[in-house]
């Protein structure tokens, strides 16, 4: 019998005005493909308008003998991971050659006096050059860390903006990183602002991790991006966990929206250390498909104006030219298996193909398949507020905006609580 889980819950259906039910049937309207379509009407936003492609093969190896079992698939993911690099997000360095942490601040009585909050900094250093970057992160009160099983699951949020700006509270009273939700619930979380690692700004690699590991300038094919860089960060956080007693290392779930959810699923992808990958409304260069060329896509995300420094430059190739890539987004999910994988889409956020994220995801399970696990369907149509749990893979799409909202959160949590039942 299959594991895989619907829950239907009632909710207020915000496209159609008013209550509907959940689970129903996902069709975007003709106002939100106008609206997306607004001022760029060379671009993809109707499923009928998709042109035919084809994907290349998740499970062929490049000498073109097939995977048919879990051990054989290593062998393959290496050979993705290494293209990957190359064509899409560069080469990283690997860890520091030293590394330490330092508690900056505490403060016991955060969240209502319900947790502590604490700021570190870690220090890098490598060839002579250092650099460093902080993180903050917010634990239940109470956690004994002498008490075997009482070290927490955490969620860590590569953000794209500020540690001000993250916890304001949005007109909507929601916040990017609620806290007090995670809290209550009992994980603890950590934040680290993306900006530190690498600038998001076209005069990016002036600071940030380039001061540990000098690029040229311009820099190499495979020179590595902001995304990268980003994910990196993540990786030396994750470092600082395995030394922190609250913390359960072996449950840390890496995520981020949009921008911080495509990094995530590179962090996640390259370091297997993370117990839990979530995307949140990623889309092109995350959990989107290339090749459908719905909403933005290689060509678009690479402009001048635009975002081509969070990528190597050997992407470029690619504008216009997807079925030239030797991957497609499938394989990055499928990098993370057989560890627990989460892709999130927005109904309103057509920029970021929905139905192309939840397909990437599905092609991906085939690899959960060869390790024992449910997979997916991908010609499953989507329903709005239908979140699928299998064992390892989890799937919302949420009505509204492209954002990351408590609604979100709550899925993850909910998704959290499955894979890491409390004691
Ligand atoms: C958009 C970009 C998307 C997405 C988003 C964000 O402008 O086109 O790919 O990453 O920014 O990160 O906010």
Same mark, same amino acid.
């Given at each position: 019998?299959? =594991?895989?889980?619907?829950?239907?819950?009632?909710?207020?259906?915000?496209?159609?005005?008013?209550?509907?039910?959940?689970?129903?049937?996902?069709?975007?309207?003709?106002?939100?493909?106008?609206?997306?379509?607004?001022? =760029?009407?060379?671009?993809?936003?109707?499923?009928?308008?998709?042109?035919?492609?084809?994907?290349?093969?998740?499970?062929?190896?490049?000498?073109?003998?097939?995977?048919?079992?879990?051990?054989?698939?290593?062998? =393959?993911?290496?050979?993705?991971?290494?293209?990957?690099?190359?064509?899409?997000?560069?080469?990283?360095?690997? %860890?520091?050659?030293?590394?330490?942490?330092?508690?900056?601040?505490?403060?016991?009585?955060?969240?209502?006096?319900?947790?502590?909050?604490?700021?570190?900094?870690?220090?890098?250093?490598?060839?002579?050059?250092?650099?460093?970057?902080?993180?903050?992160?917010?634990?239940?009160?109470?956690?004994?860390?002498?008490?075997?099983?009482?070290?927490?699951?955490?969620?860590?949020?590569?953000?794209?903006?500020?540690?001000?700006?993250?916890?304001?509270?949005?007109?909507?009273?929601?916040?990017?990183?609620?806290?007090?939700?995670?809290?209550?619930?009992?994980?603890?979380?950590?934040?680290?602002?993306?900006?530190?690692?690498? %600038?998001?700004?076209?005069?990016?690699?002036?600071?940030?991790?380039?001061?540990?590991?000098?690029?040229?300038?311009?820099?190499?094919?495979?020179?590595?991006?902001?995304?990268?860089?980003?994910?990196?960060?993540?990786?030396?956080?994750?470092?600082?966990?395995?030394?922190?007693?609250?913390?359960?290392?072996?449950?840390?779930?890496?995520?981020?929206?949009?921008?911080?959810?495509?990094?995530?699923?590179?962090?996640?992808?390259?370091?297997?250390?993370?117990?839990?990958?979530?995307?949140?409304?990623?889309?092109?260069?995350?959990?989107?498909?290339?090749?459908?060329?719905?909403?933005?896509?290689?060509?678009?995300?690479? =402009?001048?104006?635009?975002? %081509?420094?969070?990528?190597?430059?050997?992407?470029?190739?690619?504008?216009?030219?997807?079925?030239?890539?030797?991957?497609?987004?499938?394989?990055?999910?499928?990098?993370?298996?057989?560890?627990?994988?989460?892709?999130?889409?927005?109904?309103?956020?057509?920029?970021?193909?929905?139905?192309?994220?939840?397909?990437?995801?599905?092609?991906?399970?085939?690899?959960?398949?060869?390790?024992?696990?449910?997979?997916?369907?991908?010609?499953?149509?989507?329903?709005?507020?239908?979140?699928?749990?299998?064992?390892?893979?989890?799937?919302?799409?949420?009505?509204?905006?492209?954002?990351?909202?408590?609604?979100?959160?709550?899925?993850?949590?909910?998704?959290?609580?499955?894979?890491?039942?409390?004691?």
């Amino acid at each position: 019998m299959s =594991r895989v889980q619907y829950f239907l819950t009632p909710l207020l259906c915000v496209a159609c005005g008013g209550i509907g039910s959940a689970g129903e049937l996902w069709e975007p309207t003709e106002a939100e493909i106008k609206q997306a379509e607004a001022g =760029r009407t060379h671009l993809t936003f109707r499923e009928a308008e998709v042109e035919p492609y084809e994907l290349p093969p998740l499970l062929k190896r490049a000498d073109g003998t097939v995977v048919e079992t879990a051990d054989e698939w290593q062998a =393959r993911r290496a050979e993705l991971l290494t293209l990957f690099e190359e064509h899409v997000y560069g080469r990283l360095p690997g %860890p520091p050659e030293e590394m330490s942490f330092e508690l900056l601040s505490e403060d016991m009585s955060a969240v209502d006096g319900k947790a502590t909050r604490r700021k570190y900094r870690i220090d890098c250093q490598s060839g002579g050059r250092t650099f460093d970057f902080e993180f903050h992160l917010v634990i239940p009160n109470g956690v004994d860390p002498k008490k075997v099983d009482s070290a927490v699951p955490v969620f860590l949020l590569i953000s794209h903006r500020s540690f001000k700006e993250v916890g304001r509270k949005k007109p909507i009273d929601d916040v990017l990183w609620p806290v007090d939700l995670l809290i209550e619930r009992g994980y603890g979380t950590a934040i680290f602002v993306e900006n530190q690692l690498s %600038p998001d700004n076209r005069t990016a690699f002036d600071s940030g991790l380039v001061e540990l590991h000098p690029q040229s300038d311009p820099r190499p094919a495979d020179g590595w991006g902001g995304l990268a860089a980003w994910g990196w960060g993540a990786s030396r956080v994750l470092d600082c966990f395995e030394e922190i007693d609250e913390v359960d290392a072996s449950k840390v779930a890496v995520l981020g929206h949009s921008r911080g959810g495509k990094s995530a699923l590179w962090a996640g992808a390259r370091d297997d250390r993370f117990g839990l990958v979530i995307s949140n409304n990623s889309g092109c260069g995350g959990a989107a498909l290339s090749r459908r060329r719905f909403g933005e896509t290689i060509a678009v995300i690479l =402009r001048e104006d635009r975002f %081509p420094y969070w990528f190597a430059p050997k992407f470029q190739d690619y504008k216009d030219r997807e079925a030239g890539l030797p991957i497609d987004q499938h394989m990055l999910l499928a990098l993370v298996a057989p560890r627990p994988l989460y892709v999130a889409s927005a109904t309103e956020d057509l920029w970021a193909d929905p139905k192309g994220e939840y397909q990437a995801l599905a092609h991906a399970s085939k690899v959960y398949e060869l390790h024992g696990h449910d997979g997916l369907d991908p010609e499953r149509p989507l329903r709005v507020s239908d979140p699928i749990q299998t064992d390892r893979l989890g799937h919302h799409l949420r009505p509204g905006k492209h954002d990351l909202s408590r609604k979100d959160w709550t899925h993850y949590i909910d998704f959290a609580d499955h894979l890491w039942p409390k004691p």
